[in-house]
C-alpha cells in the first residue's frame, strides 16, 4: 500500500514537472511569435535594402506575411497543443493506445518505425540545410544581429510546427495499421463463414480424412460469434482513437494546411518580381516548395489512407 502511495505521488510529482516545462517552453514560443509579427515589417525591409532602393510597398508587404503567417500558425498550434495538455487530453490518448497495443500486439510493428524514421528523414532533408544556410547569409550580408535572430526564430517556428504535423502523422498511421489488421481478421473471418455455409460439415466429410476435416470445421464454427465480438470491440476502440485524434490535431492541421498554401503563392510570386533582396538565391524557392509539397503529400496522403481503410472496412462488413 505505501508503495503504491508513492508510486503515485510520484507520478503526479512527474506530470507536474512535465507541465511547467511545458508552460515555459509555450511562454518562450508565444513570446518569440509576437517578436516575430511585431518586428516583420522592419526586418523584411532590411532584407530588401529598401533603404537604397524604392521598392514597391505591395511587394514589402506581401513577403512581410511570411513571417507573420509562420509566426501566427505557430502560436494558435502552441496555444491549442498547451490547452490539450494541461487537460492531459495527450496522456490519455497514449494511455488508451498503449493498452490497446498491448491487448493486440501488432507482429508488423518494424513497418511503423521505418515509416516514421522516413518522415523525420524527409523533414529534415528538406527544411533543416535551408534553415541553417539562409540566417548565415543574412548575419553575413545584412549585418543586422536583430534581423539575423528574426529569420532565426522563424524557421525555429516553422520546425515546431513540423513536429507537430510529424506527431500527426506517425500516429495516424499506426491507427491506419490497426484498421488494416482488423481489415484483415474480418475478410478471413466473412471468408471462413462463407466457406461453412456453402460447404456444411456433412459433405465436407469423406471417408480417407472425415475426423481430420469434422474436427477442424467444428472448431472454425464454435468461436464465430466470439470473434465477432472481438472486431467490434476492436474497431469500436480505433474508431474512438480517431474521434480523439481529430480533436487533437484537427485545428492545428487545418491550420497548417492552409499555412502551407498560403505560403507557396507568396513564395511563387515574390520570386517572380523581387530584384534587390540580401541572402537570396533561387534555389530557395524550389527547396521550399519541395519541404511544402512533402508535408502537404505527408498530411494528406496519410489521412486519405486512413480513412479508406475506414471505409474497406465498412464494405467488408456489408
Not at 512527474?14 to 507541465?19: S, T
Request: aromatic share 12%.
Amino acid at each position: 500500500m505505501a508503495r503504491r502511495t508513492m508510486f503515485n505521488t510520484s507520478a503526479a510529482w512527474r506530470r507536474h514537472h512535465e507541465h511547467v516545462l511545458d508552460a515555459l517552453f509555450s511562454f518562450v514560443v508565444i513570446t518569440a511569435c509576437l517578436f516575430n509579427i511585431v518586428l516583420s515589417p522592419y526586418c523584411i525591409c532590411a532584407t530588401e535594402s529598401c533603404h537604397k532602393y524604392k521598392m514597391t510597398a505591395v511587394l514589402v508587404r506581401v513577403k512581410t506575411l511570411i513571417p507573420q503567417i509562420v509566426a501566427v500558425g505557430c502560436l494558435v498550434t502552441r496555444v491549442k497543443t498547451i490547452l490539450h495538455i494541461v487537460n492531459d487530453e495527450f496522456r490519455e490518448y497514449e494511455d488508451k493506445t498503449r493498452e490497446y497495443e498491448a491487448c493486440f500486439p501488432d507482429p508488423n510493428g518494424r513497418r511503423g518505425v521505418a515509416f516514421v524514421a522516413f518522415i523525420v528523414f524527409a523533414y529534415a532533408v528538406t527544411v533543416l540545410p535551408i534553415s541553417v544556410y539562409r540566417p548565415y547569409l543574412i548575419h553575413r550580408d545584412v549585418r543586422d544581429h536583430t534581423v539575423t535572430a528574426f529569420f532565426v526564430i522563424m524557421y525555429l517556428q516553422n520546425l515546431c510546427t513540423c513536429s507537430m504535423e510529424i506527431h500527426y502523422v506517425a500516429r495516424c498511421f499506426r491507427l491506419y495499421r490497426w484498421f488494416c489488421r482488423i481489415n484483415e481478421d474480418v475478410f478471413a473471418l466473412k471468408s471462413a463463414t462463407v466457406t461453412i455455409n456453402r460447404y456444411p460439415p456433412v459433405l465436407l466429410q469423406s471417408a480417407d480424412d472425415g475426423r481430420r476435416r469434422s474436427t477442424s470445421t467444428t472448431s472454425g464454427t464454435l468461436p464465430t460469434a466470439n470473434d465477432v465480438e472481438v472486431l467490434r470491440m476492436r474497431h469500436q476502440c480505433v474508431r474512438d482513437a480517431v474521434g480523439d485524434l481529430n480533436d487533437l490535431y484537427g485545428v492545428q492541421l487545418l491550420l497548417s494546411l492552409c499555412t502551407l498554401f498560403m505560403l507557396t503563392v507568396i513564395d511563387t510570386y515574390s520570386e517572380m518580381f523581387e530584384k534587390y533582396t540580401l541572402a537570396r538565391s533561387r534555389a530557395f524557392l524550389y527547396v521550399w516548395l519541395a519541404h511544402y509539397s512533402f508535408r502537404l503529400c505527408a498530411i494528406v496522403l496519410t489521412t486519405h489512407f486512413t480513412m479508406k481503410q475506414v471505409f474497406s472496412l465498412v464494405l467488408t462488413s456489408v
